[in-house]
């Protein structure tokens, strides 16, 4: 829940020159800030309210239909179809796409495991590519992983910036791949003035409440193909079909339904979307103002090499390579003033699952496993005001 905000206490910055004893009192007295606060923006209330009052609360809500077409016509596309979450809105994209035995997919190492799951689960090939500097997929790298056997190009925006859709668009053009977009940490963000959310066969989205829109727990799928669409709907519901006897099945989907109350709350964020962006940047310039300097950090750009403007979805550091500390003992540390934190990703081909099904042998991806050890990032939730942003950053100098 957003709290009131206090004010920077003194014994953020003086922990380090106090006694023991002191410094422990002091520690005791600091206010907490967490790694995520959701933001509501005064009309969520109301319209969650409503589904209540009538009835409506299960997916057969119109607040459904109504967010997925604010959302297609946000993102430039012809239909979304909502759905449980992030993971399922992936899952269903990779069925969808009959991707399966002997496909090969290109995707980037660093990332949720979520994106990987269901190519692995349905018999698919993963082929790993290793990221650029701004944690993104290095598409330099991607023709070369191209094979007769490749169906499709898995492209997921990474923390900051969007991956550089025009070189992948291209191949997949010139060499009849799908493109799967997973855009569930740029909503609001821009690729070369397009949406992201627009790009390819099928995009993704999620809805946890770190995103710049929330439903609690909640995803989408965007597509332009009203096949496509459809398919989409069937397997977010059982493949229950409208146009045959219920309870008869010519395809197995899943329950990855989402409710009225859910989206009428989606309803209501989407509404503030370019609030949340602009928000997002400020708290992300006011981190780089307040932390510039610091040793031992590597702080990320205001735009990449491409030109695109960081959305901050979150304020993502690297402790630098002269820093014998990894990004563990830092944060570790910032637990201990209560800052809270996140790591980045655990590389794809260093997962402990995947290693014993026999996966990614003899596999090395230099950047992905380096900023997988020395990546973390600071509190970068929408609730943020400007003086828990000083706050944040007085501890965070204090324990460099």
Not at 248 to 275: K, P, S
Not at 362 to 376: K, L, M, Q, T
Request: with cysteine; aromatic share 8%.
């Amino acid at each position: 829940r957003p709290r009131p905000c206090d004010r920077p206490t003194s014994a953020a910055t003086s922990v380090g020159r106090l006694t023991p004893g002191a410094a422990a009192g002091a520690m005791a007295d600091l206010r907490p800030i967490p790694v995520n606060t959701p933001k509501f923006w005064g009309n969520e209330r109301d319209i969650v309210a409503e589904c209540v009052e009538t009835g409506w609360i299960s997916s057969e809500g119109p607040k459904v239909a109504e967010f997925e077409g604010a959302m297609a016509l946000r993102c430039g596309r012809n239909f979304a179809v909502a759905c449980a979450n992030g993971t399922a809105a992936l899952d269903i994209a990779v069925k969808a796409l009959g991707l399966g035995e002997g496909d090969e997919v290109i995707m980037p190492t660093f990332c949720i495991i979520s994106c990987i799951t269901q190519l692995v689960r349905s018999g698919a090939t993963p082929v790993l590519v290793d990221c650029g500097p701004d944690f993104n997929m290095d598409v330099s790298q991607v023709a070369a992983k191209i094979t007769p056997k490749t169906k499709a190009i898995m492209c997921v925006h990474t923390y900051h910036f969007p991956v550089d859709m025009r070189p992948i668009m291209d191949l997949a053009t010139s060499a009849g791949i799908k493109i799967i977009e997973d855009a569930a940490e740029m909503i609001g963000q821009t690729c070369a003035g397009k949406p992201c959310g627009s790009f390819g066969d099928i995009s993704t989205m999620s809805f946890y409440p770190n995103k710049h829109v929330t439903t609690g727990e909640g995803g989408m799928v965007l597509v332009d193909c009203p096949d496509l669409a459809e398919q989409c709907r069937l397997l977010r519901n059982l493949c229950f079909n409208p146009r045959k006897r219920r309870f008869v099945h010519d395809d197995l989907g899943w329950n990855y339904r989402i409710t009225n109350l859910q989206a009428a709350l989606g309803c209501a964020q989407l509404e503030h979307l370019d609030e949340a962006v602009k928000r997002k940047r400020e708290i992300g310039r006011l981190y780089t103002e307040l932390l510039e300097g610091c040793p031992g950090l590597v702080l990320p750009p205001d735009r990449n090499a491409a030109g695109e403007e960081n959305i901050y979805w979150v304020y993502g550091v690297e402790v630098a390579a002269d820093m014998s500390a990894d990004a563990e003992e830092v944060m570790q540390r910032l637990a201990k003033v209560k800052v809270g934190t996140r790591p980045f990703f655990w590389c794809m081909h260093e997962q402990p699952v995947f290693k014993s099904m026999g996966m990614f042998e003899n596999c090395s991806f230099p950047v992905a496993e380096r900023i997988a050890r020395r990546g973390f990032y600071i509190p970068s939730g929408l609730a943020l005001s400007d003086d828990d942003c000083r706050e944040v950053a007085g501890r965070v100098r204090q324990v460099m």
